[in-house]
């Protein structure tokens, strides 16, 4: 590590526009013997970034500032603490969640040239892949992992999949295909449509389209919902008898209706990463990075920024000018 224990991070002294997104120069924590250090390759930008940047999702503690965001990290282990054993300095891990940034903040988050973490909270990362198309599935992926898995067996299952050409969205598409299912992406552009076939969906229909009963009745084996809003209800209507659907986001809105009709013989579940713990992110990202070796798995479409430019990759998040993922790549 350079300067004796010092690295750039970028640093919100306060709630607010992008504008308080300000790189910093800043003293790395100590590290505990069950810690390792990390130089990180690729940080992604999360839609909950925006959420507590703005204050909508406050930061816990009475002070908690100075903060610096992030939920996830790709990077190389540069330094271990004694009690560390599965890791080596060399090393590339990813870590996510688990207190990482976040609203729960128990150590700073992803935007900085250097993390520190305990070991047990990172997911080893094979050198013979490429760093940014881990790093762009990320915690979308694991995020899409889980809530597939919620919805049970994919082999031979026609699915649809919200938001498909967002990260969680792109991930889902090319998860699912991987485990067997017929992936419909529903996007809320038309001009997404490539995009998401080129991920393996069989079929995309516009959001609009599916509000206005697109989608039909009793069509569909499970759904995957990255948006909740005001096609809730459309995506009930079309469940099958014994499908499932299961939230993991609700960039759509929060506020939702649906005819209590058709809830008879469905589940609608949920699902969040802030229960992840070690064992489920490792498991996840096994299958994930093998689908990816595999050639079985397109990563999403991402986008880079330098970290000094934050503020730019928020705003670019916020006004929707990106498919895939955003990544902060600190300087070599």
């Known amino acids: 590590m350079s300067d004796q224990g010092q690295g750039d991070a970028i640093v919100m002294r306060r709630y ?3 504008a308080v997104l300000q790189l910093e120069r800043v ?5 505990a ?7 990180s390759l690729a940080s992604a930008v999360n839609h909950s ?3 507590i940047r703005v204050g909508t999702w406050r930061i816990r503690g009475d002070d908690p500032f100075p903060y610096v965001p992030g939920l996830e990290v790709v990077g190389e282990v540069v330094a271990t603490g004694a009690a560390v054993s599965d890791f080596r300095i060399g090393d590339r891990i990813i870590t996510m969640m688990q207190g990482f940034g976040g609203v729960r903040a128990e150590r700073p988050g992803g935007y900085a040239t250097f993390a520190t973490m305990p070991a047990a909270t990172a997911a080893p990362v094979s050198a013979d892949l490429d760093v940014h ?7 979308a992926s694991v995020t899409a992992f889980e809530g597939l898995r919620k919805l049970g067996s994919l082999d031979g299952r026609r699915i649809a999949v919200t938001g498909a050409a967002g990260g969680v969205g792109s991930a889902a598409i090319g998860i699912a295909r991987a485990q067997g299912a017929d992936v419909v992406a529903i ?14 969906a069989v079929d995309a229909v516009d959001a609009d389209a599916v509000a206005a009963g697109a989608l039909g009745e009793a069509s569909l084996d499970g759904i995957l919902d990255t948006v909740a809003g005001a096609g809730f209800g459309a995506y009930v209507a079309a469940l099958r008898s014994g499908a499932t659907l299961c939230l993991v986001g609700s960039v759509g809105g929060h506020h939702v209706a649906f005819d209590t009709d058709y809830l008879y013989d469905v589940t609608l579940t949920g699902y969040s990463t802030e229960s992840l713990d070690s064992a489920a992110l490792r498991r996840a990202m096994a299958s994930i990075t093998d689908y990816l070796r595999r050639g079985v798995l397109v990563p999403p479409a991402y986008t880079l920024f330098a970290l000094r430019d934050a503020a730019a990759a928020h705003e670019a998040l916020e006004r929707h000018g990106v498919q895939g993922r955003i990544l902060l790549v600190p300087p070599e």
Not at 27 to 31: G, H, I, R
Not at 33 to 39: K, L, N, P, S
Request: glycine content about 12%; proline content about 8%.
């Open 33 to 39: 013997d069950g810690d390792i250090r990390v130089r």
């Open 27 to 31: 003293t790395l924590p100590a590290l």
């Open 16 to 18: 607010g526009p992008p």
């Open 49 to 51: 970034d925006l959420e």
């Open 133 to 139: 198309a881990v790093a762009a599935l990320g915690l």
């Open 187 to 200: 996007v809320s552009r038309t001009s997404q449509a490539d995009y998401v076939s080129g991920l393996g």
